[in-house]
């Protein structure tokens, strides 16, 4: 602190205002936003199975967005470092517990999506708990035991907040680069990525293999559900791909100067808040949910939520399969046909 003593001695600048401000207000809008979301998932999760994994999805990034938005706002407006230095070590332990519990979650709602394709009938009685206890142990369980096994070990390199820099700083960066734990953080990050690639590309594969099938048979109400579980694929894959562009970003360099450790946390930050953006552009269903919420839609009857109207059967380009509206699976036969979604 020593070196950036003017620092804490001058007011705030225009610059800090910005800084501090801009981060504060973003994470105001976007929680509020993803708020929204979370309830329509909420509302509908006993339904949609999918939606439990992109609540507790939905959690983390708001955590995160805590702490790298609202916090670092705060640090910066109040010129303050938030926790002392003997506090330090346990606020680096839970934000790298939020941040691994972010990152897992890509995977997990990967693997959902080619459970909801593979094994519809199994996905669709999965029990609530049952797919709570999946989040809570893959993700929230495991990063905390990975954060714990290697939080106290020799080559750990402590990181704090550090306003002066409109960021945070580390105890000894030559260490952290060298000794092991960049190592670690991108070992995590590539077997978040490369998981989800696979998941994803055996998702796909599945929706072209039953692109080819045609079949007549009656509407049920899984059919529906099962229209919304796909119709998610998309939003969740760019999900993925937001999370690769922003660490390779990170990975390469921001510059130097406090704006580039700005930036820093701005990307992480960003990760997180760009989740519910994508699903409410991609997915109808949340799309719709959100309006209702906000009285720009009148809400559907409940009694007609999942219901499936006349269809057609038809054989459609991938990107049509994975983003229509009018897109509808047959549970019964492993077959798609498109009809027409009502709350479209």
């Known amino acids: 602190?020593?070196?950036f003593r003017e620092w804490y001695r001058a007011p705030l600048s225009g610059n800090d205002v910005l800084a501090g401000g801009l981060l504060v207000v973003l994470f105001?809008?976007?929680t509020v936003f993803y708020g929204l979301v979370m309830v329509v998932l909420w509302n509908a999760s006993k339904e949609i199975i999918g939606f439990r994994y992109l609540l507790s999805s939905a959690v983390a990034d708001i955590l995160c967005m805590v702490q790298y938005g609202l916090l670092d706002g705060i640090a910066i407006l109040t010129k303050s470092p938030l926790v002392g230095v003997?506090?330090?070590?346990l606020l680096q332990l839970y934000m790298d517990w939020v941040w691994f519990a972010c990152c897992f979650h890509l995977p997990l709602i990967a693997w959902s999506r080619l459970h909801a394709i593979y094994a519809p009938h199994s996905f669709r009685e999965q029990k609530q708990w049952m797919s709570y206890a999946v989040c809570g142990g893959l993700a929230w369980l495991l990063s905390l035991v990975i954060c714990c096994a290697t939080h106290w070990q020799p080559f750990y390199v402590r990181f704090y907040f550090e306003p002066?820099?409109?960021g945070m700083l580390a105890d000894d960066f030559p260490k952290y680069q060298k000794d092991g734990h960049s190592h670690?953080?991108?070992g995590i990050h590539i077997l978040v990525v490369v998981l989800p690639i696979v998941f994803y590309s055996l998702t796909i594969a599945l929706l072209i293999k039953h692109r080819s099938f045609v079949g007549a048979v009656q509407p049920e109400k899984g059919s529906r559900r099962q229209s919304v579980e796909t119709k998610l694929i998309v939003p969740c894959i760019l999900g993925t791909i937001v999370f690769v562009i922003g660490q390779v970003a990170i990975t390469i360099g921001t510059g130097s100067g406090p704006w580039a450790t700005w930036t820093i946390c701005f990307l992480f930050f960003l990760n997180s808040a760009l989740q519910p953006v994508l699903l409410v552009m991609f997915s109808p269903f949340l799309r719709n949910g959100v309006l209702t919420l906000l009285s720009v839609r009148r809400p559907a009857r409940k009694s007609t939520l999942f219901a499936i109207p006349p269809y057609r059967t038809t054989i459609v380009p991938l990107?049509?399969?994975l983003t229509s509206s009018s897109l509808r699976f047959s549970i019964s036969t492993a077959t798609f046909h498109e009809s027409t979604l009502i709350s479209d």
């Open 164 to 166: 002066a820099v409109y």
């Open 319 to 321: 990107y049509r399969i």
């Open 28 to 30: 105001v809008l976007f």
């Open 184 to 186: 670690m953080f991108v």
């Open 1 to 3: 602190m020593d070196s």
């Open 86 to 89: 003997e506090g330090r070590s």
